[in-house]
């Protein structure tokens, strides 16, 4: 009888874990970028942003400048890390002094979202001209949804 009330226990504290990382992985995330950047087809510019799915299972991600000048929404696709990461992050490909947002991944998710490249990485990805090339990574603070 104890080892059975144990086992519930048990469960009941997993469930209520799983349940507040689901409900984690719907909060949107801030970020400080200090530089201009593109996401989609949209070049931002720099600023504080919010970032977040447009719904619970959508492809679709939003990026929205936090004092409305500048906002973009871009197909992304399923990814999955090695590792669970433990901070919230945006991953930028960086070619020269361009900066395009490449994946967003949120701190306890081992899924994360990779967006889809625009027509203008594409094309700096086939030209010769721009040799520099890297990736820089900005972590991300997790926000309460609006109401």
């Not at 504290?13 to 970020?31: C, G, K, N």
């Not at 929205?64 to 919230?88: F, H």
């Amino acid at each position: 009888m104890k080892k059975r009330l144990l086992v519930m226990a048990g469960l009941l504290v997993f469930a209520s874990m799983a349940a507040t990382q689901v409900v984690r992985a719907d909060e949107p995330m801030l970020v400080n970028i200090p530089f201009a950047f593109t996401a989609g087809n949209a070049t931002l510019p720099a600023g504080e942003y919010r970032v977040e799915k447009l719904d619970g299972n959508s492809a679709v991600v939003l990026i929205r400048c936090a004092d409305a000048k500048a906002s973009a929404v871009v197909l992304s696709n399923a990814t999955q890390a090695n590792e669970t990461p433990s901070q919230s992050k945006l991953i930028f490909k960086r070619y020269d002094n361009r900066y395009f947002l490449s994946q967003v991944w949120r701190a306890g998710s081992i899924r994360g979202r990779e967006l889809m490249k625009s027509r203008a990485e594409k094309e700096i990805t086939q030209s010769t001209r721009f040799e520099t090339k890297g990736e820089v990574t900005l972590l991300a603070r997790l926000s309460p949804a609006r109401p």
